[in-house]
Structure formats: C-alpha cells, structure tokens
C-alpha cells in the first residue's frame, strides 16, 4: 500500500509505532523522536485523503509534540478515532476470537 492511499489500519500502525518510539527516545535514544515524528506524518498521510479532519488534529498534535517534546500526546484517542471510521473495533474481534473475558 502506497503511503498516501486511505488506511485508517495503516494510520493507527503508524501512531502504534511512534509511541514505540517515543518511548525509546525516554531511554535516551535522542533520534527516535525524530523517527517518531515522521512516523506520526504518515499516518496524517494515510487519512488526509478521506478523512481530513482526522488528518489535520493527528498534524496539530504532531506540530505541538515537534514544539514541546514532552506533550502528552493523545495515541488512543487518534487511534481510536482513526479506527472507529471504518467500524473497526478491536474489542468486539478479540470477543469473538475468544480473548476477552479471561478465555485465553
């Protein structure tokens, strides 16, 4: 998949990423804030074209991340968000796959 084609899975892969790396920038590891700033980028990249809204709050936060390193940046919610457009919800196939409720 091309990085500029509608994903709303790609989009949260890529914000699921950046988070990976911001934790490891924690660690000292200075340049994967750099890494996770472009990770954030494409996943603006992967909903501009259907869902502008969402691409334009997920490129405010990235720009007050860029800004203040420390922002607390909202993943879940951008993920959950960037999911719930096309009705996927993880909960209800992990029910259905038997993962919740202590089944596995």
């Not at 950046?18 to 200075?30: D, F, I, K, N, P």
Request: proline share 4%; net charge negative.
């Amino acid at each position: 998949m091309r990085p500029d084609e509608p994903c709303s899975i790609c989009c949260a892969k890529h914000l699921a990423k950046a988070r990976g790396l911001l934790m490891e920038t924690s660690l000292g590891h200075e340049e994967s804030f750099w890494f996770a700033l472009g990770e954030i980028a494409l996943a603006e990249d992967h909903m501009v074209k259907e869902h502008l809204d969402i691409a334009l709050d997920i490129r405010g936060h990235r720009l007050e991340l860029q800004t203040y390193p420390k922002y607390d940046f909202p993943f879940k919610e951008l993920i959950l968000r960037a999911t719930g457009v096309d009705g996927y919800d993880l909960r209800v196939l992990l029910d259905d796959k038997g993962f919740i409720g202590g089944q596995n």
